[in-house]
């Protein structure tokens, strides 16, 4: 009987829900020993101010938070100069991206994306019924500005880019993104997550184009990750009606007071900007001299591809097995790279240290003879057969 009513009440999701599986809870637990390089969070402590802001807030736990984050979009608007009409505040500017979605296309419809970029994408598209369209970028031709709008990609209901690009790092000139938004006749949306690792913004395009919408958040240049404090800047009628299909009470009180602190104390983290800036060259020279290509970045991770012959899968495991969490991409572009999170000097001096030994380990395998080993390939938990070593001599470790 059970069963049955779970059958019945299986059958009655949506059609793209019923297409997915139930997540399993049975996932790995992250090792608190491990250095977490894997997923770009800036892990300094916030400064002192913004942390009593934060305990403050507490203080206030039995109250809803303010509805519409009124107090925080006025401060984002007085911060970056905008009117509190052209700025929604979010749980990250995750959530906004999802609003996104959720406005503008139903089934059937059309999104395209700069690629390779933020994978999370293909989900929010399939969640529409929506058709996800990836046009590649390249070396020679960072913004395909005709790709982006001819094609398959000129019924796309949006286009979405960043800048600085993940999982690259590159930036693509301001000039070049307001010539793609003023050639295009629907919106483009510019998250801007990493832009303060960056040279330029792009903020002062949004009162000059309509078709503009910036997004931003604090999770990577102001070390609030946990906290979850996103923004979109825009056009009053486009922001008004994505605020309107917001969640009620979608931040909590932490995450308001964190975000109106860290707008008012933003000076506090020059020196954790500029930290990184010299860690990201300093691991660039470094990853360079062990073999590595290693893409150019203004962001605060690096994307490298591994020495000829081995899979960034294959690195990603290694590494794991010396506690490094960097990540890797099963794109068939990118299954040869590897993507390093820019931390602090130690955990950075931990991450070389581990990446010499692996290729001490791979020299050492290949003078003595080849053949394949197989490693477990994290995140889609199946072996595959990698050409790396994952047994290590950690003596070597600094």
């Given at each position: 009987m059970c069963d049955a009513k779970l059958k019945t009440v299986l059958s009655l999701f949506s059609p793209v829900a019923s297409k997915l599986d139930a997540l399993s809870s049975n996932g790995p637990a992250t090792d608190a020993n491990c250095v977490k390089l894997n997923t770009n969070e800036n892990p300094f402590p916030l400064p002192k101010s913004v942390m009593q802001s934060a305990i403050a807030a507490i203080e206030h736990q039995y109250l809803y938070p303010e509805d519409d984050n009124l107090s925080l979009r006025a401060a984002a608007s007085d911060t970056y100069g905008f009117s509190k009409d052209q700025v929604i505040a979010g749980n990250g500017s995750s959530e906004l991206l999802g609003l996104i979605y959720r406005a503008f296309l139903a089934p059937g419809d059309r999104v395209a994306m700069l690629s390779p970029g933020f994978s999370f994408n293909r989900k929010l598209a399939m969640l529409q019924g929506a058709e996800f369209l990836e046009i590649a970028s390249s070396e020679a031709h960072p913004l395909p500005i005709e790709k982006l709008l001819s094609g398959p990609a000129k019924d796309a209901k949006f286009i979405l880019l960043a800048n600085p690009n993940n999982p690259t790092g590159t930036f693509v000139p301001v000039a070049e993104i307001e010539r793609l938004v003023e050639q295009a006749d629907r919106?483009?949306?510019?998250?801007?997550?990493?832009?303060?690792?960056?040279?330029?913004?792009?903020?002062?395009?949004?009162?000059?184009?309509?078709?503009?919408?910036?997004?931003?958040?604090?999770?990577?240049?102001?070390?609030?990750?946990?906290?979850?404090?996103?923004?979109?800047?825009?056009?009053?009628?486009?922001?008004?009606r994505l605020r309107n299909i917001q969640n009620v009470f979608n931040m909590n009180v932490i995450g308001q007071a964190v975000?109106?602190?860290?707008?008012?104390?933003?000076?506090?983290?020059?020196?954790?900007?500029?930290?990184?800036?010299h860690e990201r060259q300093r691991v660039t020279l470094a990853l360079l001299q062990l073999g590595f290509s290693v893409t150019p970045s203004h962001a605060n991770f690096l994307l490298a591809r591994v020495p000829a012959g081995q899979e960034g899968s294959c690195w990603q495991a290694a590494l794991k097995e010396q506690k490094i969490l960097i990540a890797s991409f099963p794109d068939i572009d990118l299954k040869n790279c590897i993507r390093v999170s820019i931390g602090t000097t130690e955990q950075m001096d931990k991450f070389l240290a581990a990446a010499k030994n692996v290729c001490m380990n791979v020299k050492r395998n290949r003078g003595m003879h080849k053949h394949e080993v197989n490693s477990h390939c994290f995140g889609n938990g199946s072996s595959n057969k990698c050409r790396c070593v994952v047994s290590y001599d950690v003596s070597n470790s600094g």
């Open positions: 919106l483009i949306v510019l998250d801007e997550a990493y832009v303060d690792f960056a040279p330029d913004h792009a903020l002062r395009l949004v009162n000059r184009h309509p078709n503009l919408l910036i997004l931003r958040t604090f999770s990577k240049s102001y070390a609030a990750a946990g906290v979850r404090v996103g923004f979109g800047f825009g056009h009053p009628e486009i922001i008004g975000g109106k602190s860290i707008l008012a104390h933003r000076h506090a983290y020059e020196e954790n900007h500029r930290h990184i800036k």
